[in-house]
């Protein structure tokens, strides 16, 4: 059983911090990518960045300059450091990891954490 637990989210102001993290556990032989996604009230899930397991990243361009993706394979965990967080940043925030098994590649998601961005 593969399970992402998401942490780190909570009620920030603008122009603050917060650190995701997003640790995968299970019997797999690799993670391939390593994703962040938001859900905003009405709006689709939309992709904010995304690591590649040789560290290749990729960002919306709403969070370019302000979020930072990172991964650690050894302890099978992802991160997204976020700055300068804004009102409009405030969502539900997932991660998904595209992970190897004896039978293929299969994508995973985590059960999602809130960022608040408000004064």
């Known amino acids: 059983q593969v399970q992402l637990v998401e942490s780190g989210g909570g009620l920030v102001q603008p122009g603050g911090s917060l650190r995701l993290s997003c640790a995968v556990s299970g019997s797999i032989f690799s993670i391939y990518t390593m994703g962040w996604y938001r859900q905003a009230p009405g709006k689709q899930r939309a992709l904010v960045a995304i690591i590649t397991s040789t560290g290749v990243t990729n960002y919306a361009d709403s969070v370019k300059g302000r979020f930072t993706i990172t991964r650690d394979n050894a302890k099978m965990t992802g991160y997204l450091e976020m700055n300068s967080l804004k009102p409009e940043d405030t969502a539900v925030y997932y991660c998904?990891?595209?992970?190897?098994?004896?039978?293929?590649?299969?994508?995973?998601w985590g059960q999602g954490t809130q960022v608040t961005v408000s004064s």
């Open positions: 998904n990891a595209v992970v190897r098994l004896s039978a293929g590649p299969r994508a995973y």
